[in-house]
């Protein structure tokens, strides 16, 4: 069974960059067609698509954060990862990377457990 | 971009009773459409997905239907363990999500 894992540091300081990495486990990231993507959370709000990479193709950024994001994936490690820029504090939040079929929706979203990301000095 | 508007954005209401929420997508998904159950400090749950097909586990009394752009969740029965905050998320067109719909005891 696929499963996700989010890993990174907790704490970034603001102005630098936050880096996540997503693992895949059970499966192939390069079996299917599938979006691996990034998502969070702000405490007591909603959820906000980041954007997402597709191993045959490229990626597709939230439009409100596309000038700090760099999704990446590294298929010898069965890993993608998250870069974003210039972190201030309405960075901090909770951070989900998730997966999704394109092809004919037949398999349901899978989701990491997510990480909790502080912007502090 | 694909913008969803989902309501109520609270629901008061009592075990047993028979809720739906909706949720209305900017310009057709067709059936690309993901419902959640997120509890407080947990990750969202998927209860639906393809608009109307249940996930592996869930039960029976979360159904949802719909396509183009207009879907709904219901759950026929409310039980004590589905107080919580719901949301929908279309996946066709890059992704978003609807604003969320807390589901509270009445």
């Known amino acids: 069974q696929v499963q996700l894992q989010e890993s990174g540091p907790g704490l970034v300081k603001p102005s630098q960059t936050l880096s996540l990495t997503c693992t895949v486990s059970?499966?192939?990231?390069?079996?299917?067609?599938?979006?691996w993507s990034w998502i969070r959370q702000p405490a007591g709000k909603g959820l906000e698509w980041i954007g997402r990479?597709?191993?045959?193709?490229?990626?597709n950024y939230n439009p409100a954060l596309t000038s700090r994001v760099t999704i990446s994936v590294d298929t010898s490690k069965n890993q993608f990862s998250l870069k974003l820029s210039s972190v201030t504090a309405a960075d901090t939040a909770v951070y989900y990377c998730?997966?999704?079929?394109?092809?004919?929706?037949?398999?349901?979203?899978?989701w990491g457990q997510g990480t909790l990301v502080t912007v502090s000095s | 971009d694909i913008q969803m508007t989902q309501s109520p954005s609270t629901l008061s209401a009592s075990v047993g009773d028979r809720v739906s929420i909706t949720c209305r997508a900017s310009?057709?998904?067709?059936?690309?459409l993901a419902w959640y159950q997120q509890k407080p400090g947990k990750a969202p749950k998927v209860l639906i997905y393809?608009?109307?097909s249940l996930e592996s586990g869930v039960p029976s009394r979360f159904s949802g239907s719909g396509s183009g752009t207009e879907f709904t969740l219901t759950i026929s029965s409310l039980q004590p363990d589905d107080f919580a905050t719901y949301y929908c998320q279309q996946y066709n067109s890059y992704s978003a999500f609807g604003q969320g719909t807390k589901v509270e005891i009445k």
């Open positions: 393809q608009a109307s």
């Open positions: 998730a997966s999704w079929d394109f092809y004919d929706g037949r398999y349901p979203p899978l």
């Open positions: 990479i597709y191993i045959s193709g490229g990626t």
């Open positions: 059970g499966g192939s990231i390069t079996s299917g067609s599938y979006y």
């Open positions: 310009q057709s998904i067709s059936t690309w």
